[in-house]
């Protein structure tokens, strides 16, 4: 069985599918001109594990990607070093049966990690959709193939 640690890990694993499937093209679409790139909308998966490291696990530190500036290599290379940082917080605190700095503890934690980049994600997606640049079909559905990922 999957601990919580190792979903969140899982949960990264679908986010990098999405961005390796991304164009340049893609990534540096906005939606509007006040919206961020799918690129930044990626860094902001980042940086938002990056202010919950400072809560959680202050020890720990993660830095932020500044908007407009994030780049496929730097948001994949932050993504992964941030899923790490976050899940060895979360197994920490599946092992203490509580989380610092999130009173409702390490599952509410991860379904509120989960839910903010399946938003995020899913924003891309219609953003692209919309923008008639969509991910291509077999992408679309592999990112919820969790099972093969």
Request: proline share 3%; with cysteine.
């Amino acid at each position: 069985m999957y601990s919580l640690s190792e979903t969140f890990l899982l949960n990264n694993r679908v986010n990098l599918r999405l961005l390796d499937a991304l164009s340049d093209e893609q990534l540096a679409h906005t939606a509007n001109p006040r919206a961020r790139s799918v690129a930044d909308q990626l860094a902001h998966l980042h940086n938002v594990r990056a202010m919950w490291i400072e809560v959680v696990s202050p020890e720990s530190k993660l830095q932020k990607i500044g908007k407009g500036v994030a780049g496929r290599a730097e948001v994949r290379t932050a993504l992964e070093t941030s899923a790490v940082a976050i899940a060895a917080a979360i197994a920490e605190a599946e092992q203490a049966g509580k989380m610092r700095g999130y009173k409702r503890g390490p599952a509410a934690f991860c379904g509120y990690l989960l839910a903010h980049e399946g938003h995020h994600r899913g924003q891309i997606l219609l953003y692209l959709k919309q923008a008639k640049m969509p991910v291509v079909q077999k992408v679309a559905y592999e990112i919820w193939a969790w099972e093969k990922i």
